[in-house]
């Protein structure tokens, strides 16, 4: 392999809409509310939280579980853990 080859090895771009599947765990950041929901923003991607606002605070970290999501749009669902 080339010095330039191992150099740039495992170098890749990231994309505004990660993808997740369900089962997937992550801590993130609620980024709002929506009446009773709230919402976790990670790039593009919105996961809501059903029934979760008065169990968080906006700006504050959670641990979720992603319950489902439509790939094709960027966002799902997920559970407080």
């Keep these: 392999m080339s010095r330039l080859g191992a150099f740039l090895a495992g170098v890749g771009f990231r ?3 990660p993808t997740y599947s369900p089962g997937d765990e992550l801590t993130a950041i609620v980024t709002s509310r929506d ?16 029934d979760a606002a008065d169990d968080v605070t906006v700006d504050e970290e959670a641990r979720i579980r992603v319950t489902a999501f439509d790939a094709d749009n960027a966002t799902g669902e997920a559970e407080l853990r």
């Design 15 to 17: 994309t505004s809409k």
């Design 35 to 50: 009446g009773e929901d709230a919402l976790v923003r990670i790039g593009d991607t919105v996961l809501r939280l059903p």
